[in-house]
């Protein structure tokens, strides 16, 4: 499969990683966190904001006290419910993880040698996930393969872009790189993703890898691959 593009950019959940990885260590490790995270930063600006944030969308009182939060918390991570305010809190928490070496990412093993090949060939790489900036920066840096930073021009999450589902999304994140969304090719587990993506004039290609949750999608009229080694793409002139 052949396509040419200025920018690649990379959902990372059942796309570049495991979702098995994501929401077992990463969440195991968030899980027990979560209150003392929230009751240790009540002064940051961001926690205060995503509790608030919490509490409106998960139908609790303005004033209802932080186990009533951290419970709402909780069940959107047992359903891996992808709302923003816990994306933010995990993200701080999963930074300071990392930062104590005690996570490390998951990438599949077809991932990284294509990542370099493709930055290689002059292709801008970019992440856009539903995990905070705060967290995909770092899981690009503590990574098996090495610091792969170097590789990823730029980061967007659901605070910077929008949601992964709507089409103006994908709109902002090509102005704010300065290309046409046809310059952009972007890969991805979830067909909802790819329709938002592939409605802003993006290139697609959906990533259907065995044993991730949504191997059984309908993925429609969009292009499929199981592995990046399937993905042959080259640099616009
Ligand atoms: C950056 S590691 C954490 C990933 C995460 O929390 C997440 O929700 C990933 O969702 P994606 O949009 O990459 O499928
Ligand atoms: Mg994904």
Do not use: C
Request: no cysteine.
């Amino acid at each position: 499969m052949t396509h040419t593009a200025r920018v690649v950019v990379l959902d990372i959940e059942g796309t570049t990683s495991a979702a098995g990885f994501v929401q077992g260590d990463l969440y195991d490790y968030a899980r027990p966190r979560l209150r003392s995270w929230i009751a240790d930063h009540a002064d940051d600006p961001a926690i205060v904001s995503a509790v608030a944030d919490t509490r409106a969308e998960g139908g609790l009182a303005d004033d209802a006290d932080l186990d009533a939060v951290v419970a709402v918390l909780h069940g959107w991570m047992d359903t891996d419910v992808k709302a923003t305010p816990l994306k933010t809190i995990q993200g701080q928490l999963w930074a300071a993880g990392f930062a104590a070496g005690e996570l490390r990412s998951h990438f599949f093993a077809d991932v990284v040698p294509r990542l370099r090949e493709w930055h290689e060939r002059g292709l801008r790489l970019v992440s856009f996930s539903s995990g905070s900036i705060a967290s995909q920066v770092p899981w690009y840096r503590h990574a098996d393969a090495g610091d792969l930073t170097p590789l990823i021009e730029d980061y967007f999450d659901t605070v910077k872009a929008g949601s992964k589902r709507e089409v103006s999304s994908y709109e902002k994140i090509a102005s704010a790189l300065g290309v046409a969304g046809d310059d952009t090719l972007f890969l991805t587990d979830l067909p909802a993703e790819l329709d938002a993506a592939a409605a802003a004039g993006w290139q697609v290609i959906g990533v259907r890898r065995e044993g991730e949750p949504n191997y059984a999608a309908d993925f429609g009229d969009h292009p499929v691959v199981s592995s990046f080694d399937e993905v042959d793409v080259r640099a616009r002139a």
